[in-house]
């Protein structure tokens, strides 16, 4: 302890000791700075400021939950600072208490509406709810605080994506551009909302756009060949584990409720039309995704394994404790890497994001130690092959299906056509196929 500290603290100079922390906490002197707050607080528990500020230094190293602790002293000392309210909902949406955080952002905004972060925090947790609604006013209010802000606009274009309103998206896009040309996301964002517009031309040119800056990025390459009619094999690396990354927190929810999903349900009454008798089949589920087929099966199966790209997705799926293991891999690298012995591969809404499926299926024919069933769904089309769609999937034909099944010597046991899902306010049609690995 240095001289000063000690000579305030033997006086009783508590003010001096805070205006010390205070000094050595703006000039980053972190150490002495918590060591003047901590006196200060063994001093007096109740000091409002010494908790609201070793609440920001904890905070700082990434203690949230001792932070949140102080900033909760410091909220009950003094239920009027807007300050505290606003660092402990940080904390809470840090420590995941959603509902905690979106509390204190609100109490902290009555108290002191002209708290930007509280205004544009507030706008990302209910865009996170997907309160899209309040998510915009909230960042409305954000905006009236900094006008030219890039990142509350850039939200306000995205919130408006999501809510599929691109028309109105687009403009607000072209706002943060006008700030900044190179930002990125809106760069991407625009073009895709062109594209959700069926305005491929201007899609086109926002992508070319985006890869002049930066020639890497899996999405964009991928959907500009999907645009420009060139059908790739497979998607560039990256494209579908970051889609799905991406998507896993609204994933199962938008699936469901919005899109109409039925596939799982659709499988697995279909193989209790088999007279399977519970637990006793063993299931690989390719591309498992948050784990609807898993949960749609688990009566049925001894054992259930899951692959997927998506780590994010695969968290989910490990919260719905149907999968006895999960896999972070590519499907083929499981197929051609892990011992295969299951009775039935099942790949719902996977294929749409593969493209050439012979080596797919060449690897569950050859090295699955049992005779199988693979039941799977794809999108259809006419030609003789696959297509890259304008959507950014993979269409198959069934000719194309048929040839791969003749060569390998699989036997097609059912076919029907099936709704896949919604999209917008049209259903997607598809083919629902079980094919058995020997003829």
């Given at each position: 302890m240095d001289a000063s500290l000690q000579h305030n603290q033997a006086n009783g100079d508590f003010d001096a000791i805070m205006a010390s922390g205070i000094k050595a906490h703006s000039s980053g002197d972190l150490e002495n700075a918590t060591r003047s707050y901590c006196v200060v607080l063994d001093a007096n528990p109740e000091h409002v400021y010494a908790n609201l500020l070793i609440g920001i230094l904890l905070f700082d190293k990434r203690k949230y939950q001792k932070?949140?602790?102080?900033?909760?002293?410091?909220?009950?000392?003094?239920?009027?600072?807007?300050?505290?309210?606003?660092?402990?909902?940080?904390?809470?949406?840090?420590?995941?208490?959603?509902?905690?955080?979106?509390?204190?952002?609100?109490?902290?905004?009555?108290?002191?509406?002209?708290?930007?972060?509280?205004?544009?925090?507030?706008?990302?947790?209910?865009?996170?709810?997907?309160?899209?609604?309040?998510?915009?006013?909230?960042?409305?209010?954000?905006?009236?605080?900094?006008?030219?802000?890039?990142?509350?606009?850039?939200?306000?274009?995205?919130?408006?994506?999501?809510?599929?309103?691109?028309?109105l998206a687009i403009p607000e896009y072209t706002k943060?551009?006008?700030?900044?040309?190179?930002?990125?996301?809106?760069?991407?964002?625009?073009a895709n909302a062109y594209a959700q517009l069926n305005d491929y031309?201007?899609?086109?040119?926002?992508?070319?756009?985006?890869?002049?800056?930066?020639?890497?990025?899996?999405?964009?390459?991928?959907?500009?060949?999907?645009?420009?009619?060139?059908?790739?094999?497979?998607?560039?690396?990256?494209?579908?584990?970051?889609?799905?990354?991406?998507?896993?927190?609204?994933?199962?929810r938008t699936l469901v409720d919005e899109l109409d999903y039925q596939i799982p349900s659709v499988v697995a009454a279909m193989m209790r039309q088999g007279h399977i008798v519970n637990n006793t089949i063993s299931v690989l589920d390719l591309g498992c995704g948050t784990g609807l087929m898993g949960e749609a099966i688990s009566d049925l199966s001894a054992l259930v394994v899951g692959v997927d790209l998506s780590k994010?997705?695969?968290?989910?799926?490990?919260?719905?404790?149907?999968?006895?293991?999960?896999?972070?891999?590519?499907?083929?690298?499981?197929?051609?890497?892990?011992s295969l012995d299951f009775d039935y591969f099942i790949a719902n809404d996977v294929f749409i994001y593969v493209g050439d499926l012979v080596d797919v299926f060449s690897l569950v024919k050859k090295r699955n130690k049992r005779v199988g069933k693979l039941i799977f769904t794809v999108e259809l089309n006419d030609t003789d092959g696959f297509v890259l769609e304008p959507t950014g999937r993979y269409s198959h034909s069934r000719r194309y299906l048929q040839a791969i099944f003749d060569r390998l010597e699989m036997q097609e046991l059912h076919f029907e056509n099936v709704k896949l899902r919604k999209e917008f306010d049209s259903s997607i049609f598809g083919g629902l196929f079980v094919v058995k690995t020997q003829k």
């Open positions: 932070a949140s602790l102080h900033f909760s002293k410091a909220i009950k000392f003094n239920p009027n600072l807007a300050e505290a309210f606003n660092y402990r909902a940080v904390a809470y949406k840090e420590l995941n208490r959603v509902d905690e955080a979106i509390s204190d952002y609100s109490r902290a905004i009555d108290l002191n509406p002209s708290l930007y972060e509280a205004h544009f925090n507030l706008g990302v947790l209910r865009a996170q709810q997907q309160y899209f609604g309040q998510a915009i006013k909230a960042f409305k209010a954000a905006l009236l605080l900094k006008p030219e802000d890039q990142d509350t606009l850039y939200n306000i274009a995205k919130t408006l994506s999501n809510m599929k309103q691109y028309s943060v551009l006008s700030l900044n040309p190179r930002h990125e996301l809106a760069l991407i964002n625009r031309s201007n899609a086109l040119n926002g992508y070319r756009l985006v890869i002049s800056f930066n020639p890497k990025i899996p999405e964009v390459l991928h959907l500009m060949n999907a645009l420009s009619g060139v059908t790739t094999e497979k998607p560039p690396p990256g494209y579908v584990e970051n889609l799905f990354d991406n998507y896993a927190a609204t994933f199962e994010e997705m695969l968290k989910q799926a490990k919260e719905s404790k149907s999968y006895q293991k999960l896999f972070h891999c590519d499907i083929q690298q499981y197929l051609s890497t892990q």
